[in-house]
């Protein structure tokens, strides 16, 4: 069973930046997409970014030109970089890899953005 990895939350000013990263605990061959999904106290988990296979993205209508998804294939990892912070921004955040059609989650990572 692949698992997930994940570091770089925190708490952080609004404005500031973080780095997401996670990374997966043995070689994969076949990973059709990685991304980020958050889910702040009392909503729903939503999509912040991903990055399909083809090195196609797509990300969230809120965190667009603020966030960055990106991979590294010899580690089986993949990044957020979350700059210009809100508070709006705060949530739980989790990676997910799609392998064979399946979806493997991180346990979560902590991000809090407030002064």
């Known amino acids: 069973q692949v698992q997930l990895v994940e570091s770089g939350g925190g708490l952080v000013q609004p404005g500031g930046s973080l780095r997401l990263s996670c990374s997966a605990s043995e070689s994969i061959s076949s990973i059709s997409a990685m991304g980020w999904y958050r889910q702040a106290p009392g909503k729903q988990r939503e999509l912040v970014a991903v990055l399909f296979s083809s090195d196609t993205t797509n990300y969230a209508d809120s965190v667009k030109g603020r966030f960055t998804v990106s991979r590294d294939n010899a580690k089986n990892a993949v990044s957020l970089q979350m700059n210009n912070l809100k508070p709006e921004d705060t949530a739980v955040y989790y990676c997910?890899?799609?392998?064979?059609?399946?979806?493997?989650w991180g346990q979560g990572t902590q991000v809090t953005v407030s002064s």
């Open positions: 997910n890899f799609v392998i064979f059609g399946r979806n493997f």
